[in-house]
């Protein structure tokens, strides 16, 4: 009898215990709403009121989504994630720090879709990205943030793509604005594209930055309009020999309140322009120190100093 009941005894820990592990298991898709509660499992029939009381719930390499709009606040991601908002405003307002953080490891993807950023005046970055291999940013809106709207700066390499999106108002004094890419030692190299959004009303437009201390970064800019910046739209810069390097391709860059396109610090730090509309800026193109290279097909007037590029580039 006594054997009987220590096996019994043995066999209910058992039990208790797979289902304490199952309680505490990750879902692959979690789920926010407006009326949701972070005590609950963040299921569709239970969603979560946060994306911070979501993200602890979802599996990496997971999906968390929005049943309804709503402010889900900041969040920090440390894992492949994917948010994505297809149901009505999904905000991300803060006040006097960053709206979402990622810190992940090298082989970490993050994908944002449908976000609205807002930071009041006062918060810092709207997206900042600390570590990880690839960013990914799909029609959303950042605006409000004195520092940057996205600030890109990975300690190893990465990739960053914004496509459809709108970064307005960002950045409280010249050094900040729109979006700023710098790779930080460890990062080798640093490659994106900005393709199909809007860099308006920002202090600076977009930024890559060799100075940082890590290796080539090169990003394109496509279909875009960069424009009623209050200084420079769009600008490469670089120091000690390390590539930094813009192509401004089909992109309007006007109404700013300093130059349209510029390339400053080191030979390496080169704008390359195609296709593209310079004009009704301070300067159109200005080149101290970098290059700004045309393949002869773009427009560049009505600038206060229209400037000219550093070279001429053939068509293939």
Same mark, same amino acid.
């Not at 946060?50 to 894992?79: H, L, Q, R, W, Y």
């Not at 950042?142 to 914004?162: D, E, M, Y």
């Not at 604005?177 to 490659?191: P, W």
């Given at each position: 009898?006594?054997?009987?009941?220590?096996?019994?005894?043995?066999?209910?820990?058992?039990?208790?215990?797979?289902?304490?592990?199952?309680?505490?298991?990750?879902?692959? %898709?979690?789920?926010?709403?407006?009326?949701?509660?972070?005590?609950?499992?963040?299921?569709?029939?239970?969603?979560?009121?946060?994306?911070?009381?979501?993200?602890?719930?979802?599996?990496?390499?997971?999906?968390?989504?929005?049943?309804?709009?709503?402010?889900?606040?900041?969040?920090?991601?440390?894992?492949? /994630?994917?948010?994505?908002?297809?149901? !009505?405003?999904?905000?991300?307002?803060?006040?006097?720090?960053?709206?979402?953080?990622?810190?992940?490891?090298?082989?970490?993807?993050?994908?944002?879709?449908?976000?609205?950023?807002? !930071?009041?005046?006062?918060?810092?970055?709207?997206?900042?990205?600390?570590?990880?291999?690839?960013?990914?940013?799909?029609?959303?809106?950042?605006?409000?943030?004195?520092?940057?709207?996205?600030?890109?700066?990975?300690?190893?390499?990465?990739?960053?793509?914004?496509?459809?999106?709108?970064?307005?108002?960002?950045?409280?004094?010249?050094?900040?604005?729109?979006?700023?890419?710098?790779?930080?030692?460890?990062?080798?190299?640093?490659?994106?594209?900005?393709?199909?959004?809007?860099?308006?009303?920002?202090?600076?437009?977009?930024?890559?930055?060799?100075?940082?201390?890590?290796?080539?970064?090169?990003?394109?800019?496509?279909?875009?309009?960069?424009?009623?910046?209050?200084?420079?739209? /769009?600008?490469?810069?670089?120091?000690?020999?390390?590539?930094?390097?813009?192509?401004?391709? %089909?992109?309007?860059?006007?109404?700013?309140?300093?130059?349209? /396109?510029?390339?400053?610090?080191?030979?390496?730090?080169?704008?390359?322009?195609?296709?593209?509309?310079?004009?009704?800026?301070?300067?159109?193109?200005?080149?101290?120190?970098?290059?700004?290279?045309?393949?002869?097909?773009?427009? /560049?007037?009505?600038?206060?100093?229209?400037?000219?590029?550093?070279?001429?580039?053939?068509?293939?």
């Amino acid at each position: 009898m006594k054997t009987i009941r220590v096996v019994t005894m043995m066999l209910c820990a058992i039990w208790l215990l797979l289902g304490a592990s199952g309680a505490q298991a990750q879902a692959t %898709r979690t789920w926010v709403s407006g009326v949701g509660d972070d005590a609950n499992p963040c299921s569709r029939t239970a969603p979560c009121k946060t994306f911070a009381g979501a993200i602890s719930k979802t599996a990496a390499g997971g999906e968390i989504n929005t049943m309804d709009p709503g402010g889900f606040g900041a969040v920090t991601i440390t894992k492949s /994630i994917r948010i994505v908002a297809e149901s !009505g405003v999904a905000g991300v307002l803060v006040s006097g720090t960053n709206g979402i953080v990622v810190s992940a490891a090298a082989t970490d993807t993050v994908y944002l879709e449908g976000l609205v950023f807002d !930071g009041v005046g006062t918060g810092l970055n709207g997206i900042l990205f600390n570590s990880g291999g690839s960013l990914v940013i799909q029609n959303c809106k950042i605006f409000g943030f004195t520092q940057w709207g996205i600030l890109f700066t990975p300690t190893t390499p990465g990739k960053l793509s914004v496509t459809d999106s709108v970064i307005t108002n960002n950045g409280s004094t010249a050094s900040f604005g729109g979006v700023k890419v710098i790779g930080r030692a460890g990062a080798t190299t640093v490659s994106g594209v900005v393709n199909r959004t809007l860099l308006a009303n920002n202090a600076t437009g977009f930024v890559i930055d060799g100075t940082g201390g890590g290796g080539t970064s090169e990003v394109t800019v496509r279909d875009s309009v960069v424009t009623g910046n209050t200084g420079n739209g /769009i600008v490469a810069t670089s120091a000690a020999g390390v590539g930094s390097v813009v192509f401004v391709d %089909r992109t309007n860059a006007s109404h700013n309140g300093g130059a349209g /396109i510029t390339a400053s610090g080191v030979a390496q730090a080169v704008a390359i322009l195609n296709n593209s509309n310079v004009h009704n800026n301070l300067s159109g193109l200005a080149a101290s120190g970098g290059q700004i290279l045309s393949f002869k097909t773009n427009a /560049i007037s009505s600038n206060g100093t229209d400037g000219a590029p550093t070279a001429f580039l053939s068509l293939n």
